[in-house]
């Protein structure tokens, strides 16, 4: 069952720039470590999981956890759980209000985009949208990043644990089954004509919401008719 983040409607833009102190490095890792999709490489995943092994988030050997039993196990199981979902909402809740502040942004500056804006206008609605543009592209890869990481780990776990909690490997899922939107919205923002598509998105939106309450229009409208042939036939029927 895939677990929700709760939302956060007011988030500072340096908090914005925050990392989680959970399983990914508080330095991104750079190109270096990434191939041509802009992915971390099998060596930096390993890099990762080896490090939070050591500092014991992940129990190292299959040995370590027949020696602490059971109930160690779930426990431990249980805490990296609990920092993978942290983790996860931590940046899930500020992407998605960054792209909330794009969307207000490219809107904002679609409806006062006149011949009469004055330039200084446009300029700071330019670098304003750029600057969350950027930030929604860095919180997109610090997700994409944990989700792989996350996928990992548990494949990790299944080769050298004897049990893995059934909750992490349906979180894992869950994670994998939003990475093919985030895989979509980065080629959206990382793109050089960003806000020029997310107008498009937006234009398309508006039309097919204005389709979607046409419909139902129709719809009550036939129900209408529906329920007053039925009292017709009642009221006959009665008499």
Same mark, same amino acid.
């Given at each position: 069952m895939?677990? /929700?983040?709760?939302?956060?409607?007011?988030?500072?833009?340096?908090?914005?720039? =925050?990392?989680?102190?959970g399983?990914?490095?508080?330095?991104?890792?750079g190109?270096?470590?990434?191939?041509?999709?802009?992915?971390?490489?099998?060596?930096?995943?390993?890099? @990762?999981?080896?490090?939070?092994?050591?500092?014991?988030?992940?129990?190292?050997?299959?040995?370590?956890?027949?020696?602490?039993?059971?109930?160690?196990?779930?426990s431990? =199981?249980a805490?990296?759980?609990?920092? @993978?979902?942290?983790?996860?909402?931590?940046y899930?809740?500020?992407?998605?209000?960054?792209?909330?502040?794009i969307f207000?942004?490219?809107?904002?500056?679609?409806?006062?985009?006149t011949?009469? /804006?004055?330039?200084?206008?446009?300029? /700071?609605?330019?670098?304003?949208?750029k600057?969350? @543009?950027?930030?929604?592209?860095?919180?997109?890869?610090?997700?994409?990043?944990l989700?792989?990481?996350?996928?990992?780990?548990?494949?990790?776990? /299944?080769?050298?644990?004897?049990? @893995?909690?059934?909750?992490?490997?349906?979180?894992?899922q869950?994670?994998?089954?939003?990475?093919?939107?985030?895989?979509?919205?980065?080629?959206?923002?990382?793109?050089?004509?960003a806000?020029?598509?997310?107008?498009?998105?937006?234009?398309?939106?508006?039309?097919?919401?204005?389709?979607h309450?046409?419909?139902?229009?129709?719809?009550?409208?036939?129900l209408? +008719? +529906?329920?007053?042939?039925?009292? +017709?036939?009642?009221y006959?029927?009665?008499?």
């Open positions: 895939p677990f /929700t983040c709760p939302p956060q409607t007011s988030i500072t833009d340096s908090e914005l720039q =925050q990392t989680f102190p399983l990914l490095p508080a330095t991104p890792n190109d270096s470590d990434r191939d041509s999709t802009g992915l971390l490489t099998p060596n930096a995943v390993q890099s @990762i999981i080896a490090s939070l092994k050591g500092s014991g988030v992940i129990p190292a050997q299959n040995k370590d956890l027949k020696m602490q039993g059971d109930a160690s196990r779930t431990k =199981q805490a990296l759980l609990s920092t @993978i979902k942290s983790e996860y909402c931590f899930d809740s500020r992407y998605k209000y960054v792209l909330e502040k207000s942004e490219v809107q904002q500056g679609y409806l006062t985009n011949p009469t /804006t004055s330039a200084t206008t446009s300029a /700071t609605t330019s670098a304003s949208t600057k969350y @543009i950027s930030l929604a592209q860095a919180l997109n890869r610090r997700l994409n990043d989700i792989q990481l996350v996928h990992a780990i548990t494949e990790d776990m /299944t080769t050298t644990s004897t049990s @893995i909690d059934t909750e992490m490997t349906n979180t894992s869950s994670m994998q089954d939003q990475k093919k939107k985030l895989d979509q919205q980065n080629k959206t923002i990382s793109s050089n004509e806000t020029m598509k997310i107008r498009k998105e937006m234009v398309n939106y508006s039309e097919e919401k204005a389709r309450t046409d419909n139902l229009l129709k719809l009550y409208s036939f209408n +008719v +529906v329920a007053l042939g039925l009292l +017709v036939y009642i006959k029927a009665a008499n």
